[in-house]
């Protein structure tokens, strides 16, 4: 079975700096695809990221860019020039298909305060 | 225009009562999704149901019954409702045109307190 791991509970930057969020998998799987979430305090989740394992290029958007590590499952978040509004929960994800759908299996989270 | 919409958004009850949420996606996806989240802010998979079809059953209790009329609602129907039944209830959508690997959509989700 897919586990997804996130080792930081919790972690703080502040503004204007660059916070990196660890997240490592296990898979016996080849093709695949790795997530990261966002939940701030108004409980929506949204997409922040989504890496290809078939390519090696690490995956960015603005300000947010992962460091993915296909041999050492290993696919962390760099998220540079941190702002306020970046206080949430971050999920790590994995996703696998099985049967006719998808299925995404997450991390416990990560809670990112960003101080003023 | 929302694109996966969910009622109710807070949900309280007592032990025992039978109480549904609603899941409607306005995306064309072909999949929907229903996922938990626990107090501890755990999110895991329940059901999922392509084409009206339900694919994955995660050892979720017959308490809990999820339908789908068509390819764009979910709803769950919860029985006998209990104190762990507690959570955030989260509807999702996507769809595997074009490939797999596209992103589930989310709605805002079901605050579920049973007292």
């Known amino acids: 079975a897919q586990t997804v791991t996130q080792s930081q509970p919790e972690m703080s930057v502040q503004e204007a700096e660059t916070v990196t969020l660890s997240c490592t998998y296990d898979?016996?799987?080849?093709?695949?695809?790795l997530f990261w979430y966002k939940q701030p305090p108004s409980r929506q989740m949204i997409l922040v990221i989504r890496?290809?394992?078939?390519?090696?290029q690490n995956a960015t958007e603005n300000r947010f860019s992962v460091n993915f590590q296909k041999a050492a499952k290993s696919f962390s978040l760099k998220i540079s020039d941190s702002q306020l509004g970046d206080t949430a929960m971050y999920f790590c994800a994995f996703m696998k298909s099985q049967g006719g759908s998808e299925k995404l299996v997450f991390g416990k989270g990560t809670k990112l305060t960003v101080n003023p | 225009d929302t694109a996966v919409s969910q009622t109710p958004k807070y949900l309280v009850t007592q032990m025992g009562n039978d109480k549904s949420i609603k899941c409607e996606q306005n995306?064309?996806?072909?999949?929907m999704y229903w996922y938990k989240q626990d107090s501890k802010k755990f999110l895991k998979i329940m059901f999922s149901y392509n084409n009206k079809e339900l694919i994955i059953n995660e050892t979720v209790p017959n308490r809990f019954s999820p339908k789908s009329p068509d390819k764009a609602h979910l709803n769950l129907h919860i029985n006998s409702l209990e104190l762990g039944d507690s959570a955030v209830y989260f509807c999702?959508?996507?769809?595997?045109?074009?490939?797999?690997?596209?992103?589930?959509?989310f709605g805002n989700g079901t605050r579920l307190t049973v007292t």
């Open positions: 898979t016996s799987e080849n093709n695949y695809y």
């Open positions: 999702a959508s996507s769809t595997r045109t074009g490939g797999g690997g596209t992103p589930l959509h």
């Open positions: 890496q290809e394992a078939y390519k090696q």
């Open positions: 995306l064309g996806h072909d999949t």
